[in-house]
């Protein structure tokens, strides 16, 4: 096992666990950072929690009605959860994450600051470029690998209940109740504390259904230097921007696409799109550094065969991302790069091509 390879994914990992500033709720024109420094000590952390604590019971419990009534086409989905036991379960997942939380040092400004530079922190803009840059790496989180052996117990005990039956129909209704829950709680939090917590929900989210870890674990077997490595840890940073051009590029041309959560630029929709078309591009990486494209057709498109038509996702939508993955990756990669890559988009093209032609 190579760690070295693999350390820079790692780093690009931890790097997307800043604040979503697209599921916050934007109540306050102004903070103060002092404030949210107070919330970040361990007794603020731990006022917080036990705020969230008081509203997961409820707010998980409505997610799940969410969940259900969007997934309701889908044959035996409301049997195969009970929804009151399956929030329960992802409550636990919430108190663990929650757990972890209490346990982050404080934060604290950087010694450059001026007094007068700290007097303006006071009343500071939300739109301020300064702001959202010195969130952004203040509370990103650290230490990805472990946050996820921890939360590992829980989330697999959750995967093991619900996802033996039918395990990518369950992916993509735990996916989406994780996501409603999470949007649910955020919604009913202060500015700071969403701040601070939008990080880890984000990563307990992406737990259920992104192959992040699988990625870097496949990325610790080769050699530093290899042709393959290079090109995850130079596209995996960009994921994130990536995803959100090719959800502006889709909603430009299927302006009429609606399913049954909304159109491509609701809010709710924008999110849940973004999220798939990362998992799209972390399948992808996997492929290449496993040298196989089972991940993509034994787990990828089964989950995708069973979620988007049930949701009313249409299929020629669903295949479109891969063209479009291809022009972002054309405007980031050196022309022999693409070569490699082609071989991987061009075989997941086919597959998705060839399970449409088969329903025909």
């Known amino acids: 096992m190579h760690k070295i390879a693999a350390h820079h994914l790692i780093h690009a990992w931890e790097a997307r666990y800043t604040p ?14 002092y404030k949210l420094l107070d919330l970040a000590s361990p ?3 731990k006022n917080t929690a036990e705020e969230v604590k008081q509203l997961l019971n409820f707010k998980c419990q409505v997610a799940g009605i969410h969940s259900n009534i969007l997934f309701s086409y889908i044959p035996n989905i409301v049997n195969l959860v009970d929804a009151k036991r399956l929030s329960q379960s992802i409550q636990v997942v919430y108190e663990k994450v929650l757990e972890i939380y209490q346990q982050q040092p404080p934060l604290t400004l950087p010694d450059s600051f001026s007094a007068a530079e700290q007097g303006y922190l006071e009343a500071l803009e939300v739109s301020d470029d300064f702001f959202r840059q010195w969130v952004n790496h203040a509370v990103r989180l650290t230490k990805v690998e472990q946050l996820s052996r921890e939360l590992q117990p829980s989330i697999q005990q959750l995967r093991e209940q619900y996802l033996s039956i039918d395990e990518c129909r369950a992916i993509g209704f735990l996916s989406t109740q994780f996501h409603f829950s999470t949007t649910n709680i955020l919604h009913q939090l202060q500015l700071a504390e969403q701040l601070l917590l939008s990080p880890y929900f984000k990563f307990v989210e992406e737990q259920v259904c992104i192959p992040w870890q699988r990625v870097c ?7 530093p230097g290899s042709q393959r490595l290079i090109l995850v840890q130079q596209l995996l940073p960009a994921s994130g921007e990536i995803a959100i051009n090719i959800h502006r590029r889709a909603s430009q041309i299927y302006p009429n696409h609606h399913s049954r959560r909304g159109k491509l630029n609701h809010p709710g929709v924008q999110a849940s799109s973004i999220r798939d078309i990362e998992m799209f591009q972390a399948y992808l990486w996997v492929c290449i550094l496993e040298r196989s494209m089972a991940a993509v057709e034994n787990e990828l498109l089964p989950l995708c065969a069973l979620v988007f038509p049930s949701i009313d996702v249409q299929w020629e939508l669903v295949e479109g991302i891969i063209p479009l993955l291809v022009e972002e990756f054309q405007a980031r990669v050196e022309p022999q790069q693409m070569g490699l890559l082609q071989t991987y988009t061009k075989l997941m093209q086919k597959i998705f091509a060839d399970y449409e032609s088969n329903l025909k």
Do not use: C, M, P, V
Request: glycine share 4%; proline share 0%; no cysteine.
């Open 217 to 223: 674990a496949a990325a610790a077997k080769y050699l």
């Open 20 to 33: 979503d500033f697209s599921k916050l709720t934007f109540r306050e024109k102004h903070l103060n950072i």
């Open 43 to 45: 007794r603020g952390r």
